[in-house]
């Protein structure tokens, strides 16, 4: 029998407690320094979605998303966690205010690294012009803390995973890590199928949804720094790791990125599945991939050795 | 309008702006003699990976070479969905097209969208939704959820939708919607020439600053995104 979770050290919890698994009030206690957490309008003060009640939808006192300031191994950080369980973690009109605000004290502050905690569907259908256009100003508002010298950093393993819009946000941020079950992708499964058919993408072969969109596959081909393991102390590390390896912003980094994108084009173009693309890559027995232990994978990852912190 | 008329009523000193295979891309000569650079999305093109790569490398070369303002015509589809986009990392080619055009704005090459058919989802937001200024013309139908998917999404009838979307601009289709959010920043009318309006509009430029949210609040359709946003970054000021 394993301990209930309360009881155990935070040694213990930090290390033994999935990400995937875990609330964003979870994730955000044991990512930082213990009690150093300070929620920006908490659910105490009921800033709720003015849209849900359209549709007769319950509201959350935090609208999914708890936004603060917090330290992680000393250093002060600002931090964003999406709820993944309420409403699919998707951008609404408070949602989306609450992330796009920090951001600007970030680049204010000019100093303050930013951790974006994702877990989301994208935009909130119930509010879609307030959630899109959310998501036009934190893009915004993600570049020009950048441009100020802001690092931005983004984690990504979620049961919602960061879908649609979360997916234009995360590809703004200065660097990524990423977990198997965290899926990075703007057309969600679901959607492609419904758009155009089963024979395009089907929605029901998990195993084709992970090795399209899934973590490993992200990080061979580069969009994601790091490879955690689904534990809250592989994302702290792997946030500490992040905020020392991002440099500065400039239109370089976007001159380069065109280079990493076309390059990424013309090699891998005409494949047909990911597995068609690892091959390319020189993998061999490319097929297992989905297979490998975190520990396998990230010493494949690190052989491949495709990174994007300086072309993004 | 269709986007001949459009190119010549906005640039009639002539353009050689040119579509090819939906994607815009070309120059035109302003009024004022300065050389604007025009890109975008034309025949309601989906915007993939093959799309958005070519013209963020379109406005990357001009930053290296030219000055003047970028022209973001939009009348796109959403982003192209399909297993190929996705497999290459269609996120990245999108945000790499957003992040492109708002660092030009940043970097002295002010952008102005010209919404004059469809657009929705993540082509908005890698095209127009990135611009400083964005502008619709009469005619212009941006989605970003159609109402019979979103009938699916929340269970609820056209009909209904229809009713609701009456009293709210939030969740409904359309360029006046879009325009109440702080969106849209303003229509154009599409009787009087275009060139006489944009050279209005480049004369007198808001500032490189962000005030959709502000925007949205005024015209009544966003009353919480600007206090919320404004309230976050003071507490986060004053917590350092």
Known sequence: MTAPLRQMAPAERIRTTSFNEASARTRLELLLDPGSFVEFIGPEKREISP?????DLPEQFDDGIVVGHGRLDGSPVFIAAQEGRFMGGAFGEV?????????????????????ILFDTGGVRLQEANAGELAIAEIMRAVMEARTAGVKVIGLIGGRSGCYGGGGLIAGCCSALAVSEPGRIAVSGPEVIETNRGVEEFDSRDRALVWRTMGGKHRRLLGAADVFADDTMLAFRDAALDLIG?????????????????ADRLRRFGACEDAVDIWRADGIVHAETVPELSADQFIALANRIGRTSRDAR | MTLDSILASLFPDGHDVRIDKGVILGSAMLRSGTTALVIGVADRTAIGVDEAIRLSGYVLQSLDRESGPILVLVDSDSQRMSKRDELLGLNEFLSHLAKVLICADMNGRPTVGLLYGHSAAGALLATGLATRVLVGLPGADPAVMDLPSMAKVTKLSIETLQEKAKSTPVFAPGLSNLARMGAVHLIWNGAAPLADQLEALLADMPEVLDRRDALGKERGGRLKAADIAERVRDLALQAR
Do not use: C, M, N, Y
């Open chain 1, 245 to 261: 390896l991002v440099g500065a912003f400039g239109l370089d980094k976007l001159r380069a990125e065109q280079g990493r994108l």
């Open chain 1, 95 to 115: 949602h989306g205010a609450k992330l796009t605000g920090l951001l600007r004290a970030a680049r204010q502050i000019r100093s303050i690294p930013v951790l």
């Open chain 1, 51 to 55: 849209h849900l009640k359209i549709f």
